[in-house]
């Protein structure tokens, strides 16, 4: 069965790190997510993707954060200068018709920001 | 602007009792309406959605799931739990022209032998 799979499982870095988060999205899907869940708190959007630009966006999705489809497999995520507060399990998604569809959800990332 | 409640953080049942995990939703725009469960140390996995149609839906693992307008509601159901089915459930709103899924903070299941 067809899979989100990401990479790394956990990644810790030092505050003001760079960070890349990766993902690969199901191969045949057009629409790319990434979520983020702080440690007791509710699953957030962050960003969706399509066509190779971002079609929304939240609050928390700032300037330190980009996204990138740099091949036609990968989807990346990254933080620019990571703070403590970046501290989550990040998770991508990926879904073939966008807004009414169900979206598959990899493993998730464990980021911990020390 | 959407949101979820899902009223219980955690709810503890034995094995073969009924259980249901309850979610509310506020939303100005039809709603499609998902629950996601989350296994220890895995991702998120589709349990079941609603889209259009029957107000009854159902999912895996023998769940199923009511979509009531009138109440903003989505609860979530099983007649009969296993020690397998601990794990985190997970309400989830779209719709409208969003392209994201607003979450719920999650219901902690337990099922005890």
């Known amino acids: 069965e067809p899979e989100v799979t990401q990479t790394p499982s956990h990644q810790v870095t030092q505050m003001g790190q760079e960070v890349i988060l990766r993902c690969v999205p199901i191969?045949?899907?057009?629409?790319f997510y990434w979520y983020r869940q702080i440690l007791g708190q509710k699953v957030e959007f962050l960003v969706s993707?399509?066509?190779?630009?971002?079609?929304?966006k939240s609050e928390i999705f700032d300037d330190q954060f980009s996204v990138e489809r740099p091949d036609g497999s990968n989807f990346t995520l990254k933080i620019r200068s990571t703070k403590l507060e970046d501290s989550a399990m990040y998770f991508c998604?990926?879904?073939?018709?966008?807004?009414?569809?169900?979206?598959?959800f990899g493993q998730g990332t464990r980021l911990t920001v020390v | 602007a959407q949101s979820v409640t899902q009223l219980d953080s955690q709810v503890p049942v034995f094995e073969e009792a009924p259980v249901e995990l309850r979610c509310n939703y506020s939303s100005s725009v039809s709603v499609y309406l998902f629950w996601y469960v989350q296994y220890p140390n895995q991702g998120l996995q589709l349990l079941l959605k609603?889209?259009?149609?029957?107000?009854l839906v159902k999912g895996i693992n023998g769940f199923e799931a009511e979509f009531n307008k009138s109440q903003t509601s989505f609860h979530l159901r099983k007649p009969s739990v296993h020690i397998s089915d601990t794990a985190e459930y997970f309400c989830a709103v779209g719709g409208g022209s969003n392209y994201k899924l607003t979450f719920g903070k999650g219901t902690l299941l337990t099922v005890n032998p």
């Open positions: 993707f399509y066509n190779n630009e971002i079609s929304e």
């Open positions: 609603y889209l259009s149609g029957s107000t």
């Open positions: 998604a990926s879904s073939d018709r966008g807004r009414h569809t169900e979206a598959f």
């Open positions: 191969s045949n899907h057009l629409y």
